[in-house]
């Protein structure tokens, strides 16, 4: 079908700003549960419209090819990064605050994101080397796997994300002091480019409610709200029309 014919029914949902009341758990929203929940958010959005995308792309425009497939394959290496970062330093700060006494549980929980983490980390890997395939071969088929790989990860990052803000966040907000997720991010060592970094903030932002949205920003050190302000915000709105044919939510 000719992408002039699309209705708005069939286009991707653009996503809109939440409010506090639409995006509220029943826990305390600490800095360490507003950044995992706004993360999970975009990442999960993300991957589900790029699925939805790769259906109307034309399998040889290699233009096209090309921003879909590094879309995907800065999103995998986004969340392989956090998965890193909670591995390493924030489920053990969290497990150094956590009373003797429910430590036990809280270890059984833990293992279990980790066996949840390891198979999505290989699935997003996949994603990756099937992202590659689409971009040198340029075919319906190759365009296709592409796309049901995007859709079995989206299902995947749903399950696990609504898993550990089930599971997770919870104890984050009750025993994580916020010294510890301060040290959490000072230890994070990020592999993605300033512009990443800036794009990355940017979908972060987008649909996050304004309480969040003003953690985030608050949580930046001041060279980066200034790149932000300067030139990230910009950038990112010029490569969300790139990607989806619409400006950002905000």
């Known amino acids: 079908m000719n992408a002039a014919v699309l209705t708005r029914a069939t286009l991707p949902r653009i996503p809109s700003p939440r409010t506090p009341v639409e995006d509220s758990l029943s826990l305390r929203s600490t800095a360490a549960v507003a950044y995992q929940r706004v993360l999970h958010q975009a990442v999960r959005r993300e991957v589900r419209m790029l699925a939805e995308l790769t259906q109307w792309a034309v399998a040889d425009d290699t233009e096209r090819t090309s921003e879909l497939t590094r879309h995907a394959d800065l999103v995998a290496r ?8 909670e591995r390493e ?16 549980a809280v270890r059984v929980v833990v293992a279990d994101w980790t066996s949840r983490a390891a198979l999505l980390d290989h699935q997003l ?9 689409w971009a040198v071969a340029r075919t319906l088929p190759a365009r296709d796997g592409f796309a049901r790989a995007c859709s079995r990860v989206a299902d995947a990052v749903d399950a696990h994300t609504a898993a550990e803000e089930a599971e997770l966040l919870p104890l984050l907000a009750t025993y994580l002091p916020e010294d510890e ?13 300033g512009r990443e970094q800036m794009l990355v903030l940017g979908l972060a932002l987008e649909d996050a409610c304004a309480i969040d949205r003003a953690r985030l920003l608050a949580g930046l050190s001041r060279p980066a709200r200034t790149a932000w302000r300067v030139a990230g915000r910009r950038n990112f709105r010029a490569a969300v029309v790139r990607l989806r044919g619409a400006p950002p939510a905000a």
């Not at 986004?78 to 970062?85: G, I, K, M, S």
């Not at 890997?125 to 395939?133: E, F, Y």
């Open 89 to 104: 330093h924030l489920w053990p700060a969290l497990f150094r605050n956590i009373p003797t006494s429910k430590q036990d």
């Open 78 to 85: 986004l969340l392989l990064q956090h998965h890193a970062t």
């Open 181 to 193: 997720w301060l040290a959490v991010r000072r230890a994070t060592r990020s592999s993605l480019s």
């Open 125 to 133: 890997r996949d994603l990756s080397t099937v992202a590659r395939q």
